[in-house]
């Protein structure tokens, strides 16, 4: 499972703010983007290709995930692609900086 760095994690968490996620829901939000990570690495999905989501949506259709937990999930994960620019994901560029998130991908920490 992969293990956000802090600053991803601060950075997603002002992005919420930005967005009016209430503070009720936002660890569910954040349980979303680690979950969508893992599952990008675990299946080699490029994360500069949002299309990805849809295969993310797809495989907790599978897992019987309930209708409302999917949505919250795309909204979470859209929350965190809206704040990211792809080449920022990709690791090319990190001089535009975004008031909510910078994502470098050498921030995630992976559990073997």
């Known amino acids: ?3 956000i760095s802090k600053d991803i ?3 997603f968490e002002k992005c919420l703010a930005h967005e009016s996620i209430s503070e009720r829901v936002r660890p569910f939000y954040r349980k979303w983007l680690r979950y969508y990570l893992d599952f990008c ?3 080699q999905h ?3 290709d949002r299309t990805s989501l849809n295969l993310f949506m797809e495989k907790l259709a599978a897992k019987h ?3 409302n ?3 919250q999930a ?3 994960v859209s929350i965190f692609y809206k704040h990211c620019q792809a080449d920022q994901i990709k690791g090319k560029d990190h001089t535009r900086k975004h008031p909510c ?3 470098n991908p050498k921030a995630l920490k992976y559990h073997l």
Do not use: C, E, V
């Open 1 to 3: 499972m992969i293990n």
């Open 9 to 11: 994690r601060d950075n």
């Open 41 to 43: 690495h675990k299946y």
């Open 46 to 48: 490029d994360l500069s």
């Open 65 to 67: 995930q309930p209708g």
């Open 69 to 71: 937990l999917i949505r």
């Open 74 to 76: 795309s909204h979470a």
């Open 101 to 103: 998130l910078l994502f």
